[in-house]
């Protein structure tokens, strides 16, 4: 059982950055695959960053280059480096883990297998 803990959420101005932070009870790295999800009030939950156990990352087409999913090893935490954010980025970002390969696939095909964290939330006002 992993227990996820996401923090830095906040509200900023159109252009600006947060950093949010998973915090895991368990040793994730290098066991376990890591993703940051979002939903917006009134849309479905969608997929924004992962990060596979050898460190491999993918991100959605919307947050490419502004967005970056690394690890601490030491802190047991994933970070989503979030810059030039837009009021598209309002939503509730939540953190979500499980073992194996293929992060992105098994992450967002079994959503309900995977451990959730309780979610921090983004607000970027124009």
């Known amino acids: 059982q992993v227990q996820l803990v996401e923090s830095g959420g906040g509200s900023v101005q159109a252009g600006g950055s947060l950093t949010l932070s998973c915090a895991a009870s368990?040793?994730?790295?290098?066991?376990?695959?890591l993703g940051w999800f979002r939903q917006a009030p009134g849309k479905g939950r969608e997929v924004v960053a992962t990060i596979d156990r050898d460190g491999t990352t993918w991100y959605a087409d919307s947050v490419k280059g502004r967005f970056t999913i690394s690890q601490d090893k030491a802190k047991n935490t994933t970070y989503l480096r979030m810059n030039s954010l837009k009021p598209e980025d309002t939503a509730m970002y939540y953190c979500?883990?499980?073992?194996?390969?293929?992060?992105?696939?098994?992450?967002?095909?079994?959503?309900?297998?995977?451990?959730w964290g309780q979610g921090t939330q983004v607000t970027v006002s124009s």
């Open positions: 979500a883990a499980r073992g194996g390969d293929y992060c992105y696939y098994y992450l967002t095909t079994y959503s309900a297998d995977n451990f």
């Open positions: 368990a040793y994730t790295y290098g066991h376990y695959c």
